[in-house]
Antibody, heavy 124, light 110 residues
Framework: QLQLQESGPGLVKPSETLALTCTVS??????????WGWIRRTPGMGLEWIGS???????YYTPSLKSRVTISVDTSKNTFSLKLSSVTAADTAVYYC????????????????WGQGTTVTVSS | DIVMTQSPRSLPVTPGEPASISCRSS???????????LDWYLQKPGQSPQLLIY???NRASGVPDRFSGSGSGTDFTLKISRVEAEDVGVYYC???????FGPGTKVEIK
């Protein structure tokens, strides 16, 4: 059974870089059918998509965060990672990693697997 | 920018009664392939979001058949035929191409 698990610091100082990793177990991250994404839930904005990556390294970033976001994949470790730079209190959120199929294909099947989420607080 | 709206934002429900949530997109979600690229998710208290409906009307695996999705273009509806206590939480629609979520509808038991 596929499982996703987020890990990383729960506290980040303002202006620093938030870094999280999602470990995929129960399937290979190199599955050609799936993309791997990061989503966050903030008190003020609800759910917000951050970006996605394919195992080949192709990425999609939401425009409002694009200048600060880097998502990478490590197929040897079956993990993918998020870096968000120059964080402020507005980046305090629960961060989720998730799996989805191609957004533009007739075989799209939704964001069907989610991690349990990890809380990140931005504070000095 | 795409704007997703949902109504109502808060929905008190009575177990056993039906419930309905509306989602509207500022741009059509109907693709040239005939599919409407809209999802519905439920985030129960203390849990991660879970997929309910994809491509506007397809129930995800394991989702009870009391949940149904309909609509096309810019107007969509999620219906619960008979609400159960376990259905409480925040429901989100999502514009798939841009991964834009609606603001959410909080469903709670009266």
């Amino acid at each position: 059974q596929l499982q996703l698990q987020e890990s990383g610091p729960g506290l980040v100082k303002p202006s620093e870089t938030l870094a999280l990793t999602c470990t995929v177990s129960g399937d290979s991250i190199k599955s050609s059918a799936y993309y791997w994404g990061w989503i966050r839930r903030t008190p003020g904005m609800g759910l917000e998509w951050i970006g996605s990556i394919y195992y080949s390294g192709n990425t999609y970033y939401t425009p409002s965060l694009k200048s600060r976001v880097t998502i990478s994949v490590d197929t040897s470790k079956n993990t993918f990672s998020l870096k968000l730079s120059s964080v402020t209190a507005a980046d305090t959120a629960v961060y989720y990693c998730a799996r989805h199929t191609s957004r533009s294909s007739p075989w799209y099947r939704g964001v069907d697997v989610w991690g349990q989420g990890t809380t990140v607080t931005v504070s000095s | 920018d795409i704007v997703m709206t949902q109504s109502p934002r808060s929905l008190p429900v009575t177990p056993g009664e039906p419930a309905s949530i509306s989602c509207r997109s500022s741009q059509s979600l109907l693709s040239s392939n005939g599919y409407n690229y809209l999802d519905w998710y439920l985030q129960k208290p203390g849990q991660s979001p879970q997929l309910l409906i994809y491509l506007a009307s397809n129930r995800a695996s394991g989702v009870p058949d009391r949940f149904s999705g309909s609509g096309s273009g810019t107007d969509f509806t999620l219906k619960i035929s008979r609400v159960e206590a376990e259905d409480v939480g925040v429901y989100y629609c999502m514009h798939v191409p841009l991964f834009t979520f609606g603001p959410g509808t909080k469903v709670e038991i009266k």
